[in-house]
């Protein structure tokens, strides 16, 4: 596979709110990537998609302490972000949630297609893998898509085609069952909208991946009692 420098790679880019300067404040870029990733995660968030990769457009210096804190905060919510990569627009963000992520690469044929590949894992083990992967400046691999929930058909067709003769381009480009994945786009949209708007009314980031009905809750703490409440009080706004 050829690679191609890291900024050449295409995702979805989050620009950083205004005024933002070198020397933003700590709270400041908590928040920027707080909001990247309500817009471009909030699916895997609310747990309708094993997996996000996007492009948050940052200056800041430190990008992998900021990371790792929003990480730490969301692990026990059954979510995790990794950094995936650095150029000088920003920085790539995976935000995925292990359990639903796991059986996708467990599939006989997705564990076929990464060994393919290459990978010396199927299981969650292939993060990493892809991690250093696209760490060391690599362009997109095709498998990406298993890593993003993308359905196993889709992935393999997109291989199969090399991107063309697709039957409906959305949030990727499907080969198979487009009706479904046309419900699957609508779903995602949706999820959007309400990560902004909770989130743009005070809703954690945390409460809104407590949402999970498969979430391993945090340790009985203030913290997690005060993200059962919110939890409570929103849980019928989040689209089903």
Not at 107 to 119: F, P, S, V
Not at 205 to 215: D, F, I, Q, R, S
Not at 229 to 240: K, L, M, T
């Amino acid at each position: 596979m050829t690679l191609t420098p890291a900024c050449s790679l295409r995702c979805p880019r989050v620009f950083p709110s205004p005024g933002w300067t070198e020397r933003a404040s700590e709270g400041q870029v908590q928040q920027d990537l707080t909001a990247a990733i309500a817009r471009h995660g909030a699916p895997t968030i609310l747990g309708h998609k094993a997996g996000s990769l996007f492009l948050w457009q940052t200056s800041c210096p430190h990008p992998e302490e900021v990371v790792g804190a929003m990480d730490d905060g969301l692990a026990c919510h059954g979510v995790r972000v990794l950094l995936m990569g650095r150029c000088p627009s920003g920085c790539r963000i995976y935000v995925y949630r292990p359990a639903l992520l796991r059986p996708i690469l467990q599939q006989e044929e997705a564990a076929e297609l990464l060994r393919g590949a290459g990978y010396a894992h199927q299981d969650e083990g292939a993060v990493r893998e892809l991690q250093l992967r696209l760490l060391a400046g690599g362009s997109f691999p095709h498998e990406i898509g298993l890593f993003l929930g993308y359905p196993l058909a889709d992935v393999q067709g997109f291989i199969r085609h090399g991107g063309a003769n697709c039957l409906l381009s959305g949030c990727w480009k499907v080969y198979d069952n487009p009706d479904r994945a046309a419900r699957l786009f609508a779903l995602y949209h949706r999820c959007t909208r309400t990560c902004m708007a909770l989130l743009t009314k005070g809703v954690s980031l945390a409460a809104l991946a407590g949402l999970h009905p498969t979430v391993t809750r945090c340790s009985a703490s203030a913290g997690a009692a005060s993200h059962r409440s919110e939890n409570d009080s929103i849980h019928r706004r989040v689209p089903s």
